[in-house]
T-cell receptor
Framework: GDSVTQMEGPVTLSEEAFLTINCTYTATGYPSLFWYVQYPGEGLQLLLK?????DKGSNKGFEATYRKETTSFHLEKGSVQVSDSAVYFCALIPGDNAGNMLTFGGGTRLMVKP | GAGVSQTPSNKVTEKGKYVELRCDPISGHTALYWYRQSLGQGPEFLIYFQGTGAADDSGLPNDRFFAVRPEGSVSTLKIQRTERGDSAVYLCASSLKTGVRAFFGQGTRLTVV
């Protein structure tokens, strides 16, 4: 079945450090790929998405590129801030999913220290 | 309302009891989803409504779980004979229609003691 695997956390960084959170997937067809973020005390929010191979999603300084050859969608940010501390979830919707239900990875907690 | 609203935000119940969790989607959103998030894990799909009908309930873990959406707006997730393993955060999401961005509520944290 479809699945998403992401690096386990927590990831602890100092402010202004470079961030990478790895995400790989298994899916039939051509899935759409997403990163969601969950800030403390808040609901899940869509951070960025990519719907086809080689697309780059970007938002709030975060980027991820859809790599079909490596079935990956790694999240990157050049300079993290304390306010980026949250749990990040990689997710997919399979290409043949009529209902658009999301399959999530296990989440990666990011802690940014001043 | 401005976003997806879920009530209650927290629910503690005794093993074996019946519980109902409510989701108020964004007004006008026809698609509604329920997910379950166990501690330290990502959300897992439970059931999806398009309008009033359950279009896909393949994620419901067993027949103790049931959900309704009688008027195509508010949805209720019902759990019978709760077990300690049902303890999790139950998330609801809605979208204007299938295929466009879904918005999540803050979830109901269910604890079965």
């Amino acid at each position: 079945g479809d699945s998403v695997t992401q690096m386990e956390g927590p990831v602890t960084l100092s402010e202004e450090a470079f961030l990478t959170i790895n995400c790989t997937y298994t899916a039939t067809g051509y899935p759409s790929l997403f990163w969601y973020v969950q800030y403390p005390g808040e609901g899940l929010q869509l951070l960025l998405k990519a719907t086809k191979a080689d697309d780059k999603g970007s938002n709030k300084g975060f980027e991820a590129t859809y790599r079909k050859e490596t079935t990956s969608f790694h999240l990157e940010k050049g300079s993290v801030q304390v306010s980026d501390s949250a749990v990040y979830f990689c997710a997919l919707i399979p290409g043949d999913n009529a209902g658009n239900m999301l399959t999530f990875g296990g989440g990666t907690r990011l802690m940014v220290k001043p | 309302g401005a976003g997806v609203s879920q009530t209650p935000s927290n629910k503690v119940t005794e093993k074996g009891k019946y519980v109902e969790l409510r989701c108020d989607p964004i007004s006008g959103h026809t698609a509604l989803y329920w997910y379950r998030q166990s501690l330290g894990q990502g959300p897992e799909f439970l059931i999806y409504f398009q309008g009033t009908g359950a279009a896909d309930d393949s994620g419901l873990p067993n027949d103790r779980f049931f959900a309704v959406r009688p008027e195509g707006s508010v949805s209720t997730l019902k759990i019978q004979r709760t077990e300690r393993g049902d303890s999790a955060v139950y998330l609801c999401a809605s979208s204007l229609k299938t295929g466009v961005r879904a918005f999540f509520g803050q979830g109901t944290r269910l604890t079965v003691v």
